[in-house]
């Protein structure tokens, strides 16, 4: 079919904000393996979640059918997504609500913060929201004088310790609860001095912190986990009731979604209904579930407001291999299961979106090619545990290939398509993006000079005596300059021999009978030590 | 270009180009409505078993006593629902008194106090409940349902005279029915009508009594949706408001309603 041509970049521009990491994975989750605590509070955490899916998973005798369905239905919807977008703007916007496009995270932020002034409040409370994390609006607010309040438990510990959420569903998953103690006497103005570690009497210290906020919050923001185009309804699926609080009671409520939470019908929310509180909680229904459609007169929110945000999701989307990412409902079922994440932890992966999903997630949006998330593809061992627990049967091990791939090409200067992030100063004729070879480039190219023709071999094998003189007396050397560096980091490399298997059986076909030896060299080291015929006879023994 | 013109067209330009199979685990739900241009791919390439296609597939290992209506009726009902896409259980099949014991039972596992009545036995349950409580109603609350004896701790509510929320928060508790409760996840829907009331009343007082009549029970999740108007303000509660933040241990009781006792009337 012909493409018309409507003046854009052929892929679309990347997002920002919170979903590019600072320092490579390899480097952050070192410095995360050694905190011990961590790990243990981690461990905890994401086997007894685990073992509560898999209990109340195992309850509902159509599972597979759910999944199957959850993700047939986040099929269509991605292939049908301008026709519902528009559709989900004409329903919300028929019942009262207004509608927002954002292309980018300062976009969302803007429009947002043009909101809360036009209302007049300089509080507002939050209800927990990966969007808005993704976009870092707390902290656009707060420079800009406006203060955002979490209310979710674990994001309100998050917010009071001054740190970062490392899980989506459990953000202070890295926290234990004396730990939590600590950041609530420290931080928490008016708290009971007395206050102890049980988890009981945390949470009521923070409904007694939040209860006003509640009651005289003018301004509410929230993510959403759906958008039903069928009849502009959002979602917001909770335990605490923090959510219904900041849904129900303020007069103006703003939601943030991602272009990639619309469904089509309100029918298709009997399946995602079934399919997230079992998969993120691991219980049969989450507490509580708000649904609301524009503005409802005399109750609730009559100022209701909906930002649709793309930051990356459409760059994700052209991405024909990635696009199932976008199917992602947030449950975290695949970093419960996740042995890298589970040592590492979710500030590891740098993004608002750790762990397995994080790994793919992160990248197509900020681009594959982008430099700051490209090892995030690598963070995984492939054991395709996440494929199995996700709900909406993300091939996650696959993506994660493929995005290596596409890595070692943006690398190595054969970017898969042309006008990429690089702009057009990177094009040549041929409109393949090209960068400086690699030492990676430079070594590849010189093996593959010298592997072509035996003479140059044999000419290079000349100088294995020189790399011999490389290791100590112990026959090992321990450090490889350049590109190597890498792999001796944690490796020895045994001594490189005196004399090549080449040269040798060169010279033992001129000198010795044929075939004599042959077993020995097989499996000996040429020039070891071992005559011939010594090794021959050992060596045939032992293999009969 | 305004961002929603630039952001639909960079949508249809990311679907645009078909050259070439899509990567999916699941084949793609059937012919509805399709974009122009989207790409119309089989399942990906990889070949998995678990990528197999969507099997209109009956239920597999039922549930004990749960018969299972016929598969795909539901999604044969809807229009635009594709070929393969409903295989999952759309009716539970149960009757009334298995359909009260499971929801009795999720109810409880959810720390909720749970009472079985007599429509005769509802206003005297009702008032154990609440004796020497001040409450507040909606207005459409069936006046039966209070004991006279209750006028004088009871405040009405309504869209149209509605109770501040400062007010609300004195209050210790409410009194609402409800439209739809679903057995097998312990899930008690308000869908805003007159004998439920706004969304605030059965939020901010502490202790939410609510009443389930026993022929708005229904087994399964599909079931519940199928009753209801997504239109209305809806809330779904499975349970007083608990957390699972510290360390993965629920607490029931946070920022709702702390006890939430369900009286079911049959």
Redesign the interface.
Known sequence: MTTVNLGLPAVPPRGFGNISATEPFPKAAHRELGNAQLRANLGHATHTIRDKRLRVVSELPDWEALRDAGSAIKTDAMSRLPELLVQFEEQFTARGGTVHWARDAAEANAIVERLVRATGSQDVVKVKSMATQEIGLNEYLEERGISAFETDLAELIVQLGHDKPSHILVPAIHKNRTEIRDIFLQEMPDVDPELTDEPRRLAMAARAHLRKKFLSAKVAISGANFGIAETGTLGVVESEGNGRMCLTLPETLITVMGIEKVLPRAQDLEVFMQLLPRSSTGERMNPYTSLWTGATSGDGPQNVHVVLLDNGRTRALADRHGRSALHCIRCSACMNVCPVYERTGGHAYGSTYPGPIGAILSPLLTGVEAEENSSLPYASSLCGACFDACPVKINIPEILVYLRGEDVEAKHGRGRAAGEAGGASDLKGNGRRRSLPTQMDVALGAASWALSSGDRLGLLEKGLPVARALAGRDGKISRLPGLAAGWTQSRDVPAPPSESFRSWWKKRATGGAPGEGDGARRGGAPGGGAAPGEGDGARRGGAE | M???E?????????????S??????????GP????E???VAPS?P?G?A??AP??P?G?????EG?P?AP?GL?GAA?P???A??????TASGLDEDALVELLVD?LVD?KARVEVVGPDALAGAIRTRLEGKRFVVPEGLPSEWLDPSLAGVTVTD???A?IG??RL?ELDGVVTSSAVS?A????IILD?SPDQG???IS??PDHHVCVVPVETIVGI??E???RLD????????????????????R?E?????RTLDVIIVR
């Open positions: 305004s961002a929603r630039e952001i639909l067209a960079r949508v249809r330009e990311a679907l645009g180009d078909d070439q199979p899509v990567t999916q685990s699941v084949a793609p739900s509805q409505g399709r974009a241009g989207a790409p990906g990889q998995r678990e990528g969507v099997a597939s239920p597999r290992g039922r549930a749960a299972v598969s539901q809807s635009t629902a594709g393969g896409e409903r295989g999952y259980r999720r959810y309504s869209r149209e509605p929320v400062e928060d679903i097998e996840t312990g899930t805003g706004r969304r605030a939020l901010v999740v599909p519940g949706f199928a997504t239109t209305r303000p809806l809330t779904l509660i499975s349970g007083p408001s608990a957390t699972s933040d510290i360390e993965l241990e607490v009781g946070v920022h709702g309603p």
